[in-house]
């Protein structure tokens, strides 16, 4: 089983998967970025930390103009 559960992290972003999709991207991204091109920690991804950041509030969404920052 997967933790957080990505249905969990759909509601922390208004319930909408392409949005979570976005966000998640986003943050990965920059988690990457901040560590030089290459993150590994415990074995695990930075898409898996962006998504535990999503469900813990770390990180949220918001939309302005339609769009999703």
Do not use: W
């Amino acid at each position: 089983m997967l933790y957080p559960k990505i249905e969990d992290c759909v509601e922390r972003v208004g319930g909408q998967k392409y949005a979570l999709v976005i966000v998640a991207a986003k943050r990965g991204k920059d988690i990457l970025s901040k560590a030089g091109g290459s993150f590994s920690e415990f074995g695990k991804k930075e898409l898996t930390f962006a998504l535990k950041e999503i469900y813990e509030g770390k990180v949220v969404a918001n939309h302005v103009g339609g769009e999703t920052v």
